[in-house]
């Protein structure tokens, strides 16, 4: 919070300063739990960012993360054209999906000089033990039936190459080995028949 163009005398002390600031993240942190237990109706949750950015396309943004596509695509759904504190929801699929990249450094060490209008996100950080509570209480979806039917055609598959492969391989064991009794046998049978020829002849009695 700054206090622009105000006289110093009239500024409130560190003291009132410091109080301000808890009741303003107390509001913050009731803000996140009840945002967080409405979301997580529909899917296990990932991540809850909150914008503090003042920018036209970020003002009031709230980024909800879940594990499984399909989870977000019904809470958008779900969500879309209902009103809190009086304004309505606009939801929509984020474009942004790697916070780590689009989050304001400057601004979580408490150095950005661009201030609200910053063009990265202004993530505004919940208490943390709050914040291991809610999600440390989610339970993780169970594999479901389709994946699991997917697991088992696949496995399924994989032993039905694998005999593939063996009865090859077998078959071809099979054929070395006529074919090398085959050509075992050829050489005595020429080698007899040439003894034959190569015999003289018998001698004619008078």
Do not use: W
């Not at 496995?155 to 492969?165: L, V």
């Not at 007899?192 to 009695?205: E, G, I, L, N, Y």
């Amino acid at each position: 919070v700054q206090f622009l163009n105000v006289p110093d005398h009239q500024k409130p002390g560190e003291r009132e300063m410091k109080e301000f600031r808890a009741k303003v993240q107390e509001g913050f942190n009731a803000f996140y739990e009840e945002i967080f237990k409405e979301v997580a109706k529909f899917g296990y949750l990932e991540a809850i960012h909150v914008s503090e950015n003042l920018g036209d396309h970020m003002v009031g943004n709230v980024f909800i993360q879940y594990s499984d596509e399909k989870d977000a695509a019904d809470a958008m759904e779900a969500l879309q054209g209902r009103y809190y504190s009086g304004q309505p929801l606009v939801i929509e699929f984020s474009p942004v999906t790697d916070f780590h990249k689009a989050r304001c450094r400057q601004y979580d060490e408490g150095v950005c000089a661009r201030g609200g209008f910053c063009n990265y996100v202004h993530i505004r950080p919940p208490d943390r033990d709050m914040v291991r509570e809610l999600f440390g209480g989610q339970e993780r979806p169970a594999e479901s039936s389709s994946d699991s039917s997917s697991s088992d055609e696949e496995e399924d598959r994989s032993r039905r190459r694998r005999r593939s492969r063996s009865r090859s391989n077998s078959r071809g064991r099979h054929r070395d080995r006529r074919s090398h009794r085959s050509k075992s046998k050829s050489p005595e049978k020429k080698d007899d028949k040439t003894a034959q020829q190569a015999a003289p002849p018998a001698p004619v009695p008078n």
